[in-house]
Structure formats: structure tokens, C-alpha cells
Nanobody, 119 residues
């Protein structure tokens, strides 16, 4: 059974940092592109950052570019999101997603972790 388990969320002051982790099991992790998404109250879920299977290609949304860094460790089946210079507008539930774009597309989501940026 596939599981994506996020951790590392919490309450942080503006300007602070958090590191999110997403540990995957039940899938051949290195075959999956990984991404982080977030959903704030009353808003649609949005893509924050994505990383290809080997980490060769990375993309960020304009709203987090220069502040967030996505990375992965295929040996540990884990993807990370380092978040620096956090702003109140970064407050949201953060989800990781595993995507396989082979013959049969597959996608799996984690349960989400809350990030709150507030003084």
C-alpha cells in the first residue's frame, strides 16, 4: 500500500524557516517525480515546487522562487522542502505528491501538514 507521510510543519514567525519532509513507501520512489503543493483556506490547491526523478530538473512557483528549495534523497525515498523567509501568505496545508508518467499515469498524495506563519 502506498503511503506518503509529510512532517515538519508547524507555527513559525514571519522571516523564519521550516523544513518539510515527505517519506514515501510502497512505490519505487526513484521512478516518480515529486512535487509539493499547498492549499490555503478558501483557495484552490496550488503547485509550489516540483522535482524530476533524478533531481535534474526543478521548478518553483513565482511566489516561492528564491525562498524555497525542493530536494530529494532517493536512497531514503524522501523529498524535502526547505522554506526560508516565510511570510504570512505562505500559511497553508502543504501536500506532497508522487507522479508516475509511464505507460499508466499514477499519482499519490500525502495527508498534508499545516504550516502557519504568524507573529
Amino acid at each position: 500500500q502506498v503511503q506518503l507521510v509529510e512532517s515538519g510543519g508547524g507555527l513559525v514567525q514571519p522571516g523564519g524557516s521550516l523544513r518539510l519532509s515527505c517519506a514515501a513507501s510502497g512505490i519505487p520512489f526513484s521512478n516518480y517525480a515529486m512535487s509539493w503543493h499547498r492549499q490555503a483556506p478558501g483557495k484552490e490547491r496550488e503547485l509550489v515546487a516540483s522535482i524530476t526523478r533524478t533531481g535534474a530538473f526543478i521548478n518553483y512557483s513565482d511566489s516561492v522562487k528564491g525562498r524555497f528549495t525542493i530536494s530529494r534523497d532517493n536512497a531514503k525515498s524522501t523529498v524535502y522542502l526547505q522554506m526560508n523567509s516565510l511570510k504570512p501568505e505562505d500559511t497553508a496545508v502543504y501536500y506532497c505528491k508522487a507522479s508516475y508518467s509511464g505507460t499508466n499515469y499514477k499519482a499519490y498524495w500525502g495527508q498534508g501538514t499545516q504550516v502557519t506563519v504568524s507573529s
